[in-house]
């Protein structure tokens, strides 16, 4: 594979990343299969010193599910390499609520089990209680009732989050899965309200819960993805390097009058480790 090439500036933004933060569909794999050079890529980032995380909207599955997911497919990791929005949206509402909240949560049981994890407390359309706010996730198991009540506190006008704006998530399977921001717009007809704040990317709180873990500065994160309008539209919100690869959704041509442009443009992940090798032992 040819090096790719850079400007002065290009490697001189390269050479102070100490960080990546990995976009999953599209960057390292593509549906249920790993890319071939996803192994090599993350071998290189170690063997440079550049630690990664992977990243994902998806709260239908907790961070201990998503390290079961990448190590099925064959990648070595910890759970502290991954953060979804579910973990975005705890550090969100830990510093803007407190943690002695009680939650409803419209979202699976493993989304409420992580925020019975990070310590807060849980009401549902079960019992009685009141919550304090309440979050809306992509709830792969949401029941009739659980939405009525979501409706209800919502309407009520509690406090109302969501964990990311997708409206679906992709899939190869003959359905359309109705994610998170569809139904954040059911509940907005049925109670003329939108959520206060949704996390996940594009939001920077997804960057900037990643800065706080390992102590960097935005210059030393380069969030690598295969969408401009949420991987590199975040990048640029979060003040953090922008690496575009061109594995997944994005062609080159859609690059012809897109702006900002991406501070790097990767053929893969595999190229842009290889750039950060290249400009950091220059
Ligand atoms: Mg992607």
């Known amino acids: ?7 002065a500036e290009q490697k ?5 990343i100490r960080h990546v933060a990995l976009d999953m569909d599209g960057t390292i794999y593509s549906g249920k299969t790993l890319f071939s050079f996803t192994a090599e890529a993350l071998d290189i980032f170690t063997q440079t010193g550049v630690g990664y995380t992977f ?4 709260s239908s599955k907790s961070a201990s599910d998503y390290l079961t997911k990448i190590k099925n497919l064959g990648i070595k990791a910890d759970e502290s390499q991954i953060y979804t929005s579910s973990l ?10 407190g943690k002695n909240k009680k939650l409803f949560i419209f979202g699976t049981l493993s989304l ?7 310590g807060f407390g849980i009401v549902t359309e079960l019992d ?3 919550p304090d ?5 992509f709830d792969t198991e949401l029941t009739y009732e659980r939405m009525c009540k979501a409706a209800y506190w919502i309407a009520r006008g509690k406090p109302y989050i969501a964990t990311h704006p997708d409206k679906i998530c992709p899939t190869d399977q003959p359905v359309v899965l109705v994610d998170c921001g569809a139904v954040c717009a059911c509940l907005e007809e049925a109670t003329s309200r939108r959520p206060d704040i949704v996390l996940g990317k594009p939001n920077p709180c997804m960057i900037k819960g990643i800065l706080k873990r390992h102590a960097l500065e935005p210059c030393e994160l380069a969030m690598v993805g295969d969408r401009l309008y949420t991987d590199m539209a975040m990048a640029v919100r979060a003040h953090t390097v922008g690496a575009l690869v061109l594995s997944g959704e994005t062609k080159r041509s859609d690059l012809e009058d897109y702006s900002p442009m991406p501070d790097i443009v990767a053929s893969n992940i595999l190229s842009l480790a290889k750039a950060i090798r290249e400009s950091k032992y220059r």
Do not use: C, Q
Not at 1 to 7: G, I, W
Not at 133 to 137: A, M, T
């Open 133 to 137: 706010i309440v979050v809306v996730g």
């Open 88 to 97: 975005a949206t705890i550090e969100y509402l830990e510093s803007n609520f």
């Open 112 to 118: 409420r089990r992580e925020f019975v994890k990070a």
């Open 55 to 58: 990243l994902t909207n998806n």
């Open 128 to 130: 009685g209680d009141e």
């Open 12 to 16: 001189a933004t390269l050479a102070k």
């Open 1 to 7: 594979m040819s090096l790719m090439k850079l400007t």
